[in-house]
């Protein structure tokens, strides 16, 4: 389970959007209408073409809307894809590792949220490609979004030292360590399935998510899923 991971101890993870360049929202449902045009829009041109050449005029060719409504929602690129984050990001987020009662299945948990992690990524596989390049360019994105991988790795780490006291995960692990490492295998996995090589070998959702939880389970030495 790596960085789209979230649930109610998540709800206040730092934003992958730049907070400092969103303006208010339009007072009007047409405004509204307007800006989500654009902000699609946006999406569909930064995923197809890349960040660096992504131009204003693709966006607004795109969104079939003329340069001076742009300006009315916004100044530059970078205010409108600050804004195609904040749209996104609330899709990505999913149901994570909560915490979990004496009787829940720990095991059965880890593969509820690792599917639904892949399914998450699956759906927004091409925004995923598009973050790893803005990464490496923006030091200033690149930080956001570490602080939020590292929000939900502290999560995890949380869960797996409630396992610890019941029990149910090997003690001798150091929770934050043993969280870092397993929620970054996760995510890498899902960046090189779904974003670097998509289907090669061909490999079900079924499989990965068995995959993926059966590492998890191995690698705390949790009970088997009941």
């Given at each position: 389970?790596?960085?789209?991971?979230?649930?109610?101890?998540?709800?206040?993870?730092?934003?992958?959007?730049?907070?400092?360049?969103?303006?208010?929202?339009?007072?009007?449902?047409?405004?509204?209408?307007?800006?989500?045009?654009?902000?699609?829009?946006?999406?569909?041109?930064?995923?197809?073409?890349?960040?660096?050449?992504?131009?204003?005029?693709?966006?607004?060719?795109?969104?079939?809307?003329?340069?001076?409504?742009?300006?009315?929602?916004?100044?530059?690129?970078?205010?409108?894809?600050?804004?195609?984050?904040?749209?996104?990001?609330?899709?990505?987020?999913?149901?994570?590792m909560p915490?979990?009662?004496?009787?829940?299945?720990?095991?059965?948990?880890?593969?509820?949220?690792?599917?639904?992690?892949?399914?998450?990524?699956?759906?927004?596989?091409?925004?995923?490609?598009?973050?790893?390049?803005?990464?490496?360019?923006?030091?200033?994105?690149?930080?956001?979004?570490?602080?939020?991988?590292?929000?939900?790795?502290?999560?995890?780490?949380?869960?797996?030292?409630?396992?610890?006291?019941?029990?149910?995960?090997?003690?001798?692990?150091?929770?934050?360590?043993?969280?870092?490492?397993?929620?970054?295998?996760?995510?890498?996995?899902?960046?090189?399935?779904?974003?670097?090589?998509p289907d090669?070998?061909?490999?079900?959702?079924?499989?990965?998510?068995?995959?993926?939880?059966?590492?998890?389970?191995?690698?705390?030495?949790?009970?088997?899923?009941?």
């Amino acid at each position: 389970m790596g960085e789209l991971i979230t649930d109610t101890d998540g709800a206040d993870a730092p934003s992958m959007a730049r907070t400092s360049l969103l303006r208010e929202l339009p007072s009007t449902q047409r405004g509204l209408r307007t800006r989500a045009a654009l902000v699609a829009a946006a999406r569909e041109v930064f995923e197809s073409n890349g960040y660096l050449e992504t131009r204003l005029i693709d966006i607004t060719q795109a969104a079939k809307c003329s340069s001076g409504t742009f300006y009315t929602y916004f100044a530059s690129k970078e205010e409108i894809f600050a804004a195609v984050l904040e749209v996104a990001q609330e899709d990505m987020m999913h149901p994570g590792m909560p915490h979990m009662p004496e009787d829940d299945d720990p095991a059965g948990i880890v593969e509820a949220s690792n599917r639904a992690y892949f399914e998450a990524y699956k759906r927004n596989a091409k925004l995923m490609a598009l973050l790893e390049q803005v990464a490496n360019i923006d030091p200033e994105f690149a930080e956001l979004r570490r602080r939020r991988a590292d929000a939900f790795i502290q999560r995890n780490a949380r869960s797996i030292a409630d396992l610890q006291r019941r029990g149910l995960a090997d003690p001798d692990l150091d929770p934050l360590l043993a969280s870092r490492a397993l929620s970054s295998m996760v995510s890498r996995l899902a960046f090189t399935h779904f974003v670097t090589a998509p289907d090669s070998p061909p490999v079900t959702m079924d499989e990965l998510t068995f995959t993926a939880t059966r590492l998890w389970v191995n690698a705390l030495r949790m009970p088997a899923k009941s």
